[in-house]
């Protein structure tokens, strides 16, 4: 897979699309930056989404998510060594408790 366009070239090629006039095409515009005619779609789809004019899921808000998703695997992951602590502490007491009597 190929490496990722940087953003800064992606910021670019879509402020040439969008400002483009009528006579040029999106395919002329892609071909001159060397990238496929999808791909400019799909960035041109991108950019109106993170610019709220057209609904979606912004680029943020999924990393944004991404960043939720990890930290709540975390926590979860946390939640369950103290789970697996107390039962084992609990079992532990009620040993040295039932060994005293």
Do not use: C, H
Not at 50 to 74: F, M, Q, T, W, Y
Request: aromatic share 4%; hydrophobic share 40%.
């Amino acid at each position: 897979m190929p490496a990722p366009y940087p953003q800064e070239f992606r910021d670019d090629v879509v402020a040439v699309a969008r400002g483009r006039d009528s006579k040029t095409t999106l395919k002329q515009i892609a071909e001159d930056f060397g990238i496929a005619e999808a791909t400019l779609t799909n960035w041109l789809k991108a950019a109106d989404i993170d610019d709220g004019i057209r609904p979606g899921v912004s680029a943020s808000e999924v990393a944004e998510l991404r960043e939720l998703k990890r930290r709540n695997r975390l926590l979860e992951q946390e939640n369950e060594v103290l789970r697996r602590a107390a039962a084992y502490l609990s079992q532990a007491n009620l040993k040295l408790g039932g060994s005293s009597k």
